[in-house]
């Protein structure tokens, strides 16, 4: 055996320094953070998007319009749909079941009525709203409505 083929014992070298360990350690006193200030801090994160003092992006970029937090979105369905579903299916009461059979909604959505189209067949429908064309149009195909 010679002081050549010395090596330390397993488990006693760690490849990462252990920050805070004493002077000797090579990170120890402030351990790693430097002198003072927030960074130093224990419990310290910075909060998203901040820029070091400047004015962050989302302060900087100008906001405009308008968001109604009481608007009621509805899944508009056109009279045009409702005939051509009457014609090849041969449906003549439309309720948010068929509608959503047949692709024209999906979950749980509103529903409103909307005059575009032309419509011959007579159905029923039932809906969350219509609008007066599309009321106007089955009625005078002999159809009815129904609000849920």
């Known amino acids: 055996m010679s002081l050549s083929k010395l090596s330390p014992a397993k488990g006693s070298v760690h490849s990462e320094k252990r920050i805070g360990r004493g002077h000797g350690s090579g990170g120890g006193g402030t351990a790693t953070r430097g002198h003072k200030g927030a ?35 509805y899944k508009a369905i056109n ?35 909307l005059g575009r189209g032309e419509l011959k067949a007579s159905v029923k429908v039932e809906a969350h709203h219509f609008s007066a064309k599309a009321v106007s149009a089955i009625e005078a195909a002999g159809g009815s409505i129904a609000k849920i």
């Open 39 to 73: 960074k130093s801090r224990s419990g310290y994160s910075k909060k998203i998007g901040f820029e070091g003092g400047q004015m962050p992006l989302q302060r900087r970029v100008p906001k405009f319009g308008f968001k109604n937090i009481n608007r009621v979105e």
């Open 79 to 113: 009279l045009d749909s409702l005939q051509m579903l009457a014609e090849t299916k041969g449906i003549t009461e439309f309720n948010l079941d068929t509608f959503l059979a047949n692709g024209l909604i999906s979950g749980t959505k509103l529903v409103k009525i």
